[in-house]
């Protein structure tokens, strides 16, 4: 099983990224998928997640509104689009996945099975 997360990038204040996740090697049913990301220093945190049956989402508070998870099944790929980014938005975002994961325990680390390397985001003018 590997995911591939990619789309990270600099960025000025209110700008924009999409990160991917690409994964393979893993056949999808009952299954969560979400981001999490971590700043120097900081701990690793929930940001957004998605069912993979119903497409249901949840998000972060300091992130809703500006951010938007999707999935596309065919490409087996979640994506993270990222509008009005502020610069303690900066970190490393992780994907990850996890099967029976109901959507109320996604900001839960632990339920989660398979990470991703990581793709680094920076915020800064």
């Known amino acids: 099983v590997q995911l591939q997360a990619s789309g990270g990038g600099l960025v000025q204040p209110g700008g924009s990224l999409r990160l991917s996740c690409a994964a393979s090697?893993?056949?999808?049913?009952?299954?969560?998928l979400g981001w999490f990301r971590q700043a120097p220093g900081k701990e690793r945190e929930f940001v957004a997640a998605?069912?993979?049956?119903?497409?249901?989402?949840i998000y972060e508070d300091s992130v809703k509104g500006r951010f938007t998870i999707s999935l596309d099944k065919a490409k087996k790929t979640v994506y993270l689009q990222m509008n009005s980014l502020k610069p303690e938005d900066t970190a490393a975002y992780y994907c990850?996945?996890?099967?029976?994961?109901?959507?109320?325990?996604?900001?839960?680390?632990?339920?989660?099975?398979?990470w991703g390397q990581g793709t680094l985001v920076t915020v800064s003018s």
């Open positions: 090697g893993l056949t999808f049913s009952n299954h969560a």
């Open positions: 990850a996945t996890g099967r029976g994961i109901i959507l109320s325990e996604t900001r839960n680390r632990a339920g989660y099975t398979y």
């Open positions: 998605i069912r993979w049956s119903g497409g249901s989402t």
